[in-house]
């Protein structure tokens, strides 16, 4: 999570470990980084966009649209043979009532890595908030970088049933974006196992 200054704010121990090997992004106290110089630029303008969107609305249906319009990829290349990261760059949301009008506000910068990728614990998922196994899948999906409509292909139902999903799983959970839900489930429904789940 970065602060409305573009400032790291919360770094997981997976971000840690990613950013400690200095293979592809960086980091430090006062912002992340690339080492190419136009996957650096390609990534503030994106955090830029999305610190304009932060802090927006808050009833599902417009995180939903929200979240869309505002989601940005960024492939980050790695030394070979591992292959690039992909950082999605979404709104955030913001303690409190969020930034002032014309303030920019907070940002999460999910970092996928298709060579190893966290497994959710769906069932312990469903079981801690009553979701359903679609709900639960879905979140899951949310969880790795996957968009609604990208979800939705991958689970084969429609987008508007996809979202209906999404909408259950932000109540349900008393979420109310994608980043304030991906959070909560990488704080705490990753699989015992997920560490043996490379190239999965």
Known sequence: LLDRHGRPAYRNERA?????????????AYGIATTLPAQTRALHQAIAAAMLLAGGPDSADDALTHAAAA???????????NGPLILTVVP?????????PGEPGAVAVLISDPDRRSRIDTAGLASAYGLTRRESDLAAL??????????AESLGISIGTARH???????????????ELVR?????????DSGAAAGR
């Not at 955030?92 to 002032?100: D, E, I, L, Y």
């Not at 949310?142 to 979800?151: K, N, S, Y």
């Not at 999903?165 to 980043?179: D, G, I």
Request: no cysteine; aromatic share 6%.
């Open 165 to 179: 999903y999404l909408k259950q799983v932000f109540e349900k959970t008393e979420t109310h974006r994608q980043a």
């Open 92 to 100: 955030a949301p913001t303690a409190g009532r969020g930034p002032a």
């Open 142 to 151: 949310i969880a790795d970088g996957f968009g609604p409509a990208e979800a």
């Open 71 to 81: 989601m940005r990829r960024i492939p980050v290349s790695r030394r070979p043979p």
């Open 16 to 28: 840690e470990a990613i950013i400690a090997a200095r293979d592809g992004l960086l980091a430090d």
């Open 184 to 192: 909560l489930l990488l704080h705490s429904f990753i699989a015992p």
